[in-house]
């Protein structure tokens, strides 16, 4: 399990090898002016968890970007997975799963619920984000059953559709999906809309007029569409002897500037202190993501952990774990905080419901408030960056099946403080199987300290003006058993040599086919984690 380009010193400071100066030097380049390299600046600490009464307020466990929630089945479980906010944030159309169905949520009073949804396909982005908080709703969505797509032709209408007006043309633009997979031979459908023309989605939508008889090989197609009628009907012509339709559906997004939903997407917060965006799966490069938070406060940070996109992230998209080890979100977070930017780390499972990523909100006693002020807490805590990641060992049985309640962990940071110009940390909450601790202090230079212990501190150094040296510092902590492997011994010494990545995927078994298998690359899933592990958000100098 020890990564050969690992951590091999035991004494800090221990700078990881992707640190290097040209790449020190031009991020540092991309600084703001109002950045905490300005004259006079970088004496104080902007602690996130500075109001936190750590001895009275409780872990609340929470989505910011969380597929599913739309039956009582689903809800159910992830009130087994001890989840007790629920902030979905579905598409197609991305509209708020929110309020919680009557009956459902006065059988259970204490959950707290929250509006979201998951925008996408904006005109100058790729970027998929989630509005936690916002009432915001965009987007359309319709599929053709999978029993209407086994015989041909498929005569489909797709109806309540807006017509495409120049003034507001991202309401009447349309995607058109279609997926077919060859059974035998070279075979092609043909395609013929009525009620719309095809267009170009990065050309401002311009027409490229009618779609008559057009033959589509296997594969995947996307047709952006205008809108000329109240309702569009297809055909879709085969042979279902050599292709068979895989998929068949009219979509929606934004078809809008990022900026520009962003802000309505403000605009419709529940609460106007609480929530914001979140930037998700981040593939894209560090220029992408500044402009971003920069624009508005309420832009709250990047997903460090996405488990549908290869956990801690590549750079390559969805499952690609071709270039081990996948760590490109982790990895930008860092280079993001190193300009001076404030910027929350979020750890999601996105559409893997079985899969592991958590946000674990720190509140107040939730007891006395009522229904609306339980909800302004949570969000809250997500605009003020009062919460930690979690991302936890998955509960099996001794066959290797991922079982209920699945990532659910008690492991938390109990103290997170700032005294005496040291950084005091304590953790809690760790299982018996897992007696092993250990508390990483992560800065711009990498990781700075390790400690073998359920306490630490790390010392805030200045330079002889008084500023602050480190630009920010972030913990880490990972609760982890005494053997590996069937058996193995893991040890202290072994765990320093490891980065996140090599840890997350520590494991005792293989798993079987079952929930946890939500990908279609097994490799991803196979590993049973068996180690906690947990992430502060930066305290960041200013």
């Given at each position: 399990?020890?990564s050969?380009?690992?951590?091999?010193?035991?004494?800090?400071?221990?700078?990881?090898?992707?640190?290097?100066?040209?790449?020190?030097?031009a991020?540092?380049?991309?600084?703001p002016?109002?950045?905490?390299?300005?004259?006079?600046?970088?004496?104080?600490l902007?602690?996130?968890?500075?109001?936190?009464?750590?001895?009275?307020?409780?872990?609340?466990?929470?989505?910011?970007?969380?597929?599913?929630?739309?039956?009582?089945?689903?809800?159910?479980?992830?009130?087994?997975?001890?989840?007790?906010?629920?902030?979905?944030?579905?598409?197609?159309?991305?509209?708020?799963?929110?309020?919680?169905?009557?009956?459902?949520?006065?059988?259970?009073?204490?959950?707290?619920?929250?509006?979201?949804?998951?925008?996408?396909?904006?005109t100058d982005?790729?970027?998929?984000?989630?509005?936690?908080?916002?009432?915001?709703?965009?987007?359309?969505?319709?599929?053709?059953?999978?029993?209407?797509?086994?015989?041909s032709?498929?005569m489909?209408?797709?109806?309540?559709?807006?017509?495409?007006?120049?003034?507001?043309?991202?309401?009447?633009?349309?995607?058109?999906?279609?997926?077919?997979?060859?059974?035998?031979?070279?075979?092609?459908?043909?395609?013929?809309?009525?009620?719309?023309?095809?267009?170009?989605?990065?050309?401002?939508?311009?027409?490229?007029g009618?779609?008559?008889?057009?033959?589509?090989?296997?594969?995947?197609?996307?047709?952006?569409?205008?809108?000329?009628?109240?309702?569009?009907?297809?055909?879709?012509?085969?042979?279902?002897?050599?292709?068979s339709?895989?998929?068949?559906?009219l979509?929606?997004g934004?078809h809008?500037?990022?900026?520009?939903?962003?802000?309505?997407?403000?605009?419709?917060?529940?609460?106007?202190?609480?929530?914001?965006?979140?930037?998700?799966?981040?593939?894209g490069?560090l220029?992408?993501?500044?402009?971003?938070?920069?624009?508005?406060?309420?832009?709250?940070g990047?997903?460090?952990?996405?488990q549908?996109?290869?956990g801690?992230?590549?750079?390559?998209?969805?499952?690609?774990?071709?270039?081990?080890?996948?760590?490109?979100?982790y990895?930008?977070?860092?280079?993001?905080?190193?300009?001076?930017?404030?910027?929350?780390?979020?750890?999601?499972?996105d559409?893997?419901?079985?899969?592991?990523?958590?946000?674990?909100?720190?509140?107040?006693?939730?007891?006395a408030?009522?229904?609306?002020?339980?909800?302004?807490?949570a969000?809250?805590?997500?605009?003020?960056?009062?919460?930690?990641?979690?991302?936890?060992?998955?509960?099996?049985?001794?066959?290797?099946?991922?079982?209920?309640?699945?990532?659910?962990?008690?492991f938390?940071?109990?103290?997170?403080?700032?005294?005496?110009?040291?950084?005091?940390?304590?953790?809690s909450?760790?299982?018996?199987?897992?007696?092993?601790?250990?508390i990483?202090?992560?800065?711009?230079?990498?990781?700075?300290?390790?400690?073998?212990?359920?306490?630490?501190?790390?010392p805030?150094?200045?330079?002889?003006?008084?500023?602050?040296?480190?630009?920010?510092?972030?913990?880490?902590?990972?609760?982890?058993?005494q053997?590996?492997?069937?058996?193995?011994?893991?040890?202290?010494?072994?765990?320093?040599?490891?980065?996140?990545?090599?840890?997350s995927?520590?494991?005792?078994?293989?798993?079987?086919?079952?929930?946890?298998?939500?990908s279609?690359?097994p490799a991803?899933?196979?590993?049973?984690?068996?180690?906690?592990m947990?992430?502060?958000?930066?305290?960041?100098?200013?």
């Amino acid at each position: 399990m020890i990564s050969s380009w690992g951590l091999k010193g035991l004494s800090p400071p221990i700078r990881l090898p992707w640190v290097n100066r040209r790449r020190l030097l031009a991020t540092l380049a991309t600084l703001p002016a109002t950045s905490s390299l300005a004259a006079g600046a970088g004496r104080d600490l902007d602690n996130p968890y500075a109001e936190v009464d750590w001895a009275a307020w409780e872990c609340l466990h929470s989505m910011s970007h969380q597929h599913q929630g739309q039956t009582d089945a689903s809800r159910d479980g992830f009130m087994v997975m001890g989840y007790g906010h629920f902030a979905f944030s579905n598409y197609y159309p991305s509209a708020p799963t929110y309020p919680l169905p009557h009956d459902y949520a006065a059988k259970h009073p204490q959950l707290i619920a929250a509006p979201n949804a998951e925008h996408h396909s904006y005109t100058d982005t790729g970027l998929h984000a989630n509005a936690l908080g916002s009432l915001l709703a965009t987007g359309y969505g319709s599929s053709v059953s999978a029993k209407e797509c086994a015989t041909s032709p498929i005569m489909h209408r797709f109806e309540g559709l807006n017509l495409f007006d120049a003034q507001s043309p991202w309401l009447g633009v349309y995607r058109l999906d279609v997926r077919l997979a060859a059974k035998a031979g070279q075979p092609t459908a043909s395609l013929t809309i009525e009620g719309a023309n095809e267009c170009d989605f990065r050309n401002r939508f311009a027409n490229k007029g009618p779609v008559r008889d057009r033959s589509l090989p296997p594969g995947n197609h996307n047709l952006y569409l205008r809108i000329t009628a109240a309702s569009m009907d297809t055909k879709l012509v085969f042979d279902a002897d050599t292709v068979s339709v895989t998929q068949y559906r009219l979509m929606q997004g934004t078809h809008r500037p990022w900026r520009d939903v962003f802000r309505e997407a403000f605009e419709k917060l529940q609460h106007p202190d609480g929530g914001g965006m979140t930037l998700n799966h981040p593939t894209g490069k560090l220029a992408d993501y500044l402009p971003m938070l920069d624009f508005d406060p309420r832009v709250l940070g990047i997903e460090v952990w996405n488990q549908l996109t290869s956990g801690f992230g590549s750079s390559r998209g969805f499952y690609d774990h071709s270039g081990e080890p996948s760590l490109h979100f982790y990895q930008i977070w860092d280079d993001i905080l190193r300009t001076g930017r404030r910027c929350w780390g979020f750890f999601v499972k996105d559409h893997n419901t079985y899969g592991r990523g958590r946000n674990v909100l720190l509140v107040p006693k939730l007891d006395a408030l009522t229904a609306t002020e339980r909800e302004a807490a949570a969000l809250r805590a997500y605009r003020r960056g009062t919460f930690f990641g979690s991302v936890a060992s998955l509960a099996a049985s001794e066959t290797g099946e991922v079982i209920a309640p699945y990532d659910r962990s008690s492991f938390r940071f109990s103290r997170i403080i700032v005294k005496d110009d040291a950084l005091h940390i304590s953790v809690s909450g760790n299982d018996p199987k897992r007696p092993n601790v250990q508390i990483r202090f992560i800065t711009d230079q990498g990781i700075a300290s390790i400690v073998d212990a359920a306490e630490a501190a790390f010392p805030l150094k200045r330079d002889a003006n008084g500023r602050l040296e480190a630009a920010f510092v972030r913990v880490e902590a990972f609760a982890y058993p005494q053997t590996h492997q069937r058996g193995q011994p893991l040890t202290a010494e072994m765990l320093r040599g490891m980065h996140v990545h090599d840890i997350s995927q520590i494991h005792d078994q293989k798993a079987l086919r079952g929930p946890a298998f939500a990908s279609t690359d097994p490799a991803l899933r196979t590993p049973i984690p068996i180690v906690d592990m947990i992430f502060s958000q930066p305290l960041r100098r200013v």
